[in-house]
């Protein structure tokens, strides 16, 4: 059984109980009421047509929360796999702080695409392209970017990145480590390659619906299992076949 470290515990089991906070949050917001109304509320989701500030705000926390629920499981073995080669290695500081600092700037990342992806959907929201549910209203809208999402699966970039997602011990170890900007950039890294080999995945939210607790769920298995479980490269491919026959059907029926 591989050794796994104290420091890495102690990171570890704060990560998934705020995984947990973040799927209850987003049970929270869902569960809510349709018609719920409040000035302001941070479970509650918009209503009106034209989205508030406030509504801005609430969005952009839940989508916070929601890439924070479905991106940091995947990070479990990106991080054990790097504190397992650390603690081989005379020039750590404190292993902790290292792991620590990954998980952040991996994270970090992934707020900037939430912010990204908020200003998006308050556009077509605002354009009345998609419902308050966040579903794209036009099934041939929907059909194309199911389509394209499965194209993407057998794309060089999404290739590559999955690559990198899966076996990261090629870029670990290739980055020098002299201190701490060395870990930051070796977490830049790793979020960057997975940003570019889920960003798709996520758009696909707005097909069935950003409220929608159990595609959420869905895209999140999607990802773990692309990443994460054995023969993730055939699933990956399986992934896009099924997207692309989804996206085809609804095109055309």
Known sequence: MPKISRDYILII???IIMI???WVYLNSIYMKPMGYQEAF???AMPMSNTWSFNDFIVMTLMWIVMMFAMMMPSTFSFLYMFNKMRLNMKTVY???????ILASTYFLLWIVFSLIAVVIQYALH???LVNMMGIIKSN???ASLIIFAGIYQFTNLKNACLDKCRNPLSYIMGTKIDGMGSIVKIGVANGMFCIGCCWVLMLLLFVNGTMNLLWVLVITLAVLAEK???YGNIISKLIGVGLLTWGCLL???
């Open 13 to 15: 089991i704060p990560i």
């Open 20 to 22: 947990i906070g973040a």
């Open 41 to 43: 509320s941070l479970l």
């Open 94 to 100: 404190d292993s902790k702080i290292e792991l620590a």
């Open 126 to 128: 605002n354009s009345n």
């Open 140 to 142: 041939h809208i929907a």
């Open 228 to 230: 994460v479980f054995p």
């Open 251 to 253: 095109f055309y029926f």
